[in-house]
Every structure is written in C-alpha cells, then in structure tokens.
C-alpha cells in the first residue's frame, strides 16, 4: 500500500501552487547526518553526480565538502532514486540537509511512490523528519513529508480552498 494516493496529494506536486522546484529539509542535522545521507545514497546504488561548479568529481566525504572555505561556490549532489526522479542536494550548511525536487518529474502515482520512497529512506536512516515547503521556503511550513513516529510520508497541510 503506497504512503500516499496520487488523487489525494496532486495539489501537493501542482507547480502553480507550490512553485515547479519545492525545497526538501532536514533540519537539525548534522555533518553525521550528511555522512548518512552520502553512504546512503551509495549503498542504495542510486545514480549521483557531485559537481563543484563546473567540474565532476568524485563523491567526498562530508567533513570535506562542509570543510569548504565559506566563499567556494556551493557544491552540489544530483541523486536519481529512479531514471525519472531526480534531487539535488546542496551543501548550504552543516546543521541543514537541503534539497531540491522538480515537481514536473513527480506526475502520477508511480513517480509519487518513488519520491515517498527516497524520503523514507533518508527519514529512517536518519532517525528524522524529511520535510516538503513551497519553493524559496524554510522548512517551517511543510506540505507533506516524512514523519518518523508514522514511519511513513503523510500529508502536512490542508489543501487549498478552491
């Protein structure tokens, strides 16, 4: 049984509503969770690239990345749980795991199950709540996400009056 149903949460994913590009947080994290984070992707074998502005490089380790003098430009980490979905994971801070999503790639009740999917996973391995905001939010007005004591990504939000 899928955590969530596609008819119920589609204005969750509507770009009109929530921006085409809604950011994804864990926040109170740590450069332990970011390791988390990393080893996870790894060991799920999911498709990444780690970019430091132009060039490609490979995966480092979290204290490397977040050990970057503080006027770097900012690396970035695209993760594809599957062929069609993909995260990008920026390094803004230490004690934040923030990530972007495309809701133009979340159409539909399979690629929903994908995305419920990865936040589980980061939720559980970290032990945390995998937030969704509208895009150019903070994290403190959540649509839907991962809820560790659920164990599973439920809605967050009332939808809007129509």
């Not at 929530?18 to 996870?40: C, F, I, K, N």
């Not at 994908?114 to 939720?123: D, E, P, Q």
Request: aromatic content about 10%; some cysteine; hydrophobic content about 45%.
């Amino acid at each position: 049984m899928p955590d969530l149903l596609w008819d119920g949460v589609r204005w969750c994913f509507d770009p009109g509503l929530m921006g085409s590009l809604p950011d994804v947080y864990v926040l109170g994290a740590s450069p332990e969770d970011w390791q988390s984070v990393l080893d996870l992707v790894v060991a799920r074998r999911w498709t990444f690239q780690y970019c430091e502005g132009a060039a490609v490089l490979p995966l480092p380790t979290a204290a490397a990345v977040l050990s970057r003098p503080a006027d770097a430009e900012c690396p970035e980490l695209r993760v594809w749980p599957s062929a069609d979905v993909q995260a990008i994971f920026r390094f803004y801070a230490a004690n934040e795991i923030d990530f972007d999503v495309d809701l133009r790639e979340l159409q539909g009740q399979e690629r929903l199950n994908v995305f419920c999917g990865f936040l589980t996973a980061i939720g559980r391995c970290l032990g945390k709540a995998v937030l969704m905001d509208s895009e150019g939010g903070d994290g403190s007005h959540p649509v839907l996400g991962f809820d560790v004591e659920a164990d599973r990504v439920v809605v967050m939000a009332e939808p809007p009056v129509r």
